[in-house]
């Protein structure tokens, strides 16, 4: 047997779907935190030290998530 879902959603109801922490209010504090330090003039290379820390950051959830979404797919697959 053969089955296919399709889910449409906002990617507000995808993070609950999954199960995912709300994390808006860490962006925007983050966000606030970049604006109040460029406007205080950081530096380029500040600037760029700072992202990339972020970029890890989001690297590594996007890696947790593709984890997730690997266990369940070979999980429904066993239990063809």
Known sequence: ??????????????????????????????????????????????VEKYMNTMLVGAQAVQNQLFSFVSNVTSAAKKGK
Request: hydrophobic content about 40%; overall charge negative; glycine content about 8%.
């Open 1 to 46: 047997m053969k089955m296919k879902i399709e889910v449409e959603c906002t990617p507000v109801e995808a993070r609950q779907l999954l199960g995912l922490p709300d994390v808006s209010g860490f962006q925007d504090a983050m966000m606030k935190e970049v604006k109040d330090r460029i406007s205080g003039g950081l530096k380029a290379e500040d």
